[in-house]
């Protein structure tokens, strides 16, 4: 599929709630299969995982992330704050060229590696492993951003947090869909917010589907928010008329946490 070009990625919006600008946005892989038309991860990244094409593939999607960011930063679609996440597995942390190859798309695409948030899920850090590590420290000194996606579902969240060089937190969606009728709910997510917050962290809130969330997340003070409210995924050639139709939603008063 790789050397057939049936894999492209789609980018969705990642919104400052403070100010409703496009703070950044997350690659995610598709495969335009041919008899099945276009499939998302769950129904192909275990395969990938397993045969280890889950490497050139993450690779591949590292630079085309970092391609796309260079343009549209080049372009004005997004400022100089922009941040492009890409999700990596265990797998691609563990190989010892990984940091390098970053490093050559980050220097071929001339993007600055604070430009870029690669996003580990909770479970790649139970693991504990030293290649993993060294890694994560690796790419820290490097400059690339760190942050740990689906958080709340995993189990030694707190203990990672202590060990690995992580600069944000995404909330996982199951948390933010009850956030607008569940108390408890709400006081996870305000208790997430509060460490984040002490820890220096920032926090993402992903999957937010309704206005009453993005509400809720608002009142939190939650200061990013992701989801099929704000966008659904596109591809990096409709991103310019996304982001200009987001800064028109940008407009809305309560998209801004309440003084
Ligand atoms: P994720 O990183 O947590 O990405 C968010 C997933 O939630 C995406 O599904 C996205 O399309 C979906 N989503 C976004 N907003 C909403 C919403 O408001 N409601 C709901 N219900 N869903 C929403 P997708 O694209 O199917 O990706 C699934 C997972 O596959 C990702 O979860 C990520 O873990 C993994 N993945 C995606 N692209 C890559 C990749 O390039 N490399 C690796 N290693 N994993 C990837
Ligand atoms: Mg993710
Ligand atoms: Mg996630």
């Given amino acids: 599929a790789l050397a057939t070009n049936q894999l492209f990625v789609v980018h969705q919006p990642i919104v400052s709630t403070h100010t409703g ?86 220097r071929d695409t001339k993007l600055e590696p604070l430009h870029l948030a690669l996003e580990i899920n909770e479970t790649t850090m139970l693991n504990d492993n030293p290649a993993i590590m060294r890694t994560l420290t690796a790419l820290k000194r490097l400059g690339v951003k760190l942050a740990i996606d689906d958080f709340g579902t995993g189990y030694s969240s707190l203990s990672f947090l202590q060990r690995f060089p992580i600069h944000r937190l995404k909330i996982d969606r199951t948390f933010i869909n009850e956030l607008a009728n569940d108390a408890n709910a709400r006081s996870l997510v305000r208790t997430i917010i509060a460490m984040a917050n002490s820890l220096g962290l920032d926090v993402v809130a992903e999957g937010v ?27 990096p050639e409709t991103m310019a008329s996304t982001v200009a139709g987001l800064d028109k939603i940008g407009k809305w008063p309560r998209l801004r946490p309440l003084k």
């Avoid at 010892?96 to 490093?103: D, H, I, N």
């Avoid at 003070?221 to 995924?233: D, E, N, T, V």
């Fill in 21 to 106: 600008r496009v703070a950044g946005t997350e690659a995610l892989l598709r495969w335009n299969h041919p008899e099945r038309g276009v499939l998302t991860p769950p129904v192909f990244l275990e395969m990938a995982e397993e045969s280890g094409a889950i490497g050139p593939i993450g690779d591949w999607v590292i630079r085309q992330a970092c391609t796309d960011a260079r343009s549209w930063m080049d372009t004005h679609v997004v400022d100089g704050s922009f941040v492009v996440h890409v999700n990596v597995s265990a797998r691609q942390l563990s190989d010892s060229g990984f940091v390098e190859r970053v490093m050559g798309s980050l």
């Fill in 209 to 235: 589907e309704t206005v009453e969330q993005l509400h809720a997340l608002g009142d939190l003070r939650c200061s990013k928010a992701q989801g099929y409210l704000i966008s659904h995924p596109v591809t």
